[in-house]
């Protein structure tokens, strides 16, 4: 069983287009996060959430909204795509605590045309 | 926030030969670090950690890491580089409470036959 798992791997839509990439993770994690990699593999957190509330929201427009159902769930829908919004998008979950790595998921690559 | 800097973007280095990643980090309190591996289409995978102990830490597939206070470095080492290790390799710095981890620019490495 895939412990971090997104959907879908592969996005391809036109400018101005609204989607959404859905994440899942069945390792009773507290926190889930989304990820951007850029085409440098630059990792840059966008959010994180712990028990469906919203810890961490960097600097990302508001055109990005993520939205958490349950612990087990946090997807990331964005509105009104820019060419900039290509990228990999990386889903990962963690128990929350210090000394405890983050589990990813493999990763959705995003190309607006 | 805390951060980290990954000075070498790319290194090559021969099957056989030993390797040394470097890693920087900035943070005011004990750092919570962390190697990661990236193969190409891939989420990250966890080499190895540091929290608290034995500052020379072993991690997955014969990598090894020394944390080293007094230069804020956190460099990973491996003996005998495999053609299997070529990858991305990400160096991160955790927060108290892991909500928010910092990603490095990471290292691109080839491996020579």
């Known amino acids: 069983d895939t412990a971090v798992s997104q959907t879908p791997k592969y996005l391809v839509t036109q400018m101005g287009n609204d989607k959404s990439i859905k994440c899942e993770q069945n390792?009773?994690?507290?926190?889930m996060y989304w990820y951007k990699q850029d085409s440098k593999k630059f990792l840059k957190i966008m959010f994180s959430y712990n028990n469906k509330e919203l810890i961490i929201n960097e600097t990302v427009p508001n055109r990005f909204s993520p939205k958490s159902p349950d612990k087990a769930h946090l997807n990331l829908h964005i509105n009104s795509l820019e060419l900039g919004d290509s990228a990999v998008y990386f889903c990962?979950?963690?128990?929350?605590?210090?000394?405890?790595?983050?589990?990813f998921g493999n990763g959705t690559r995003l190309t607006v045309t | 926030a805390q951060s980290v800097t990954q000075p070498d973007i790319h290194i090559t280095v021969s099957e056989g030969a030993s390797l040394e990643l470097r890693c920087n980090y900035s943070?005011?309190?004990?750092?919570?670090l962390f190697w990661y591996v990236q193969s190409p289409g891939q989420g990250l995978q966890l080499l190895l950690k540091?929290?608290?102990?034995?500052?020379l830490v072993q991690g997955i597939k014969g990598f090894e890491a020394e944390f080293k206070r007094s230069q804020s470095s956190f460099n990973l080492r491996k003996p005998s580089v495999h053609w299997s290790d070529a990858a991305e390799y990400f160096c991160?710095?955790?927060?108290?409470?892991?909500?928010?981890?910092?990603f490095g620019a990471g290292t691109r490495l080839t491996v020579k036959p």
């Open positions: 390792l009773g994690h507290d926190t």
């Open positions: 991160a710095v955790g927060s108290y409470n892991n909500n928010d981890m910092r």
């Open positions: 943070y005011g309190a004990t750092p919570y």
């Open positions: 540091y929290f608290s102990g034995d500052t």
């Open positions: 990962a979950s963690s128990p929350g605590q210090s000394n405890s790595p983050l589990h």
